[in-house]
């Protein structure tokens, strides 16, 4: 049986010169190697946006009790997520996952899913960078890269189990 499904612009790139050799790996592991990809670029989208307004912002820190928060670190980082999240649900619904909902109601439900999914990751991280930056001492972009390969996983057991479950 002929596989009628459209080859999309990465089926076509394995199937030139050399990478052709690699194809059977990545037609077995597709799913996987695309989401570190778009994982990658949304790491990268995340930096530049966590970066730009972490250098041009001059907030005070925020004391709570005895709790110092880096105000500065936060907002950079929310900034960053949301471009970062925006970016990842469009690469995640065209690439990744290839289950896209068709109806208005299936999109809103699978983007409220998406984001809220996120929103779970971005407290986790919000911690994570405080808890490194302000505890431990490291450096916030340091901090930032570290956290973010935490998050990805996170965001791949999300993505996949909760919000692009493939339909039975």
Not at 74 to 83: G, P, R
Not at 138 to 155: C, G, R
């Amino acid at each position: 049986m002929e596989n009628t499904q459209k080859k999309d612009i990465f089926d076509r790139i394995m199937g030139w010169g050399f990478l052709k050799t690699f194809e059977p790996f990545y037609k077995k592991n597709k799913e996987v190697l695309l989401y570190l990809f778009f994982g990658g670029l949304t790491t990268i989208v995340g930096l530049i946006f966590f970066i730009l307004p972490y250098k041009l912002l001059d907030l005070q820190d925020i004391t709570i009790g005895s709790k110092t928060i880096d105000t500065n670190t936060q907002v950079a980082n929310t900034i960053s997520w949301i471009c970062a999240v925006t970016f990842a649900y469009i690469t995640n619904r065209i690439w990744v996952f290839e289950n896209k909902a068709h109806t208005s109601q299936g999109i809103a439900k699978e983007c409220l899913s998406f984001y809220g999914g996120r929103l779970l990751t971005l407290l986790i991280e919000n911690f994570l960078l405080n808890l490194c930056v302000e505890n431990i001492g490291m450096n916030a972009i340091i901090s930032k890269v570290i956290v973010s390969i935490i998050t990805i996983i996170l965001n791949y057991i999300i993505s996949k189990l909760f919000v692009f479950k493939k339909q039975k």
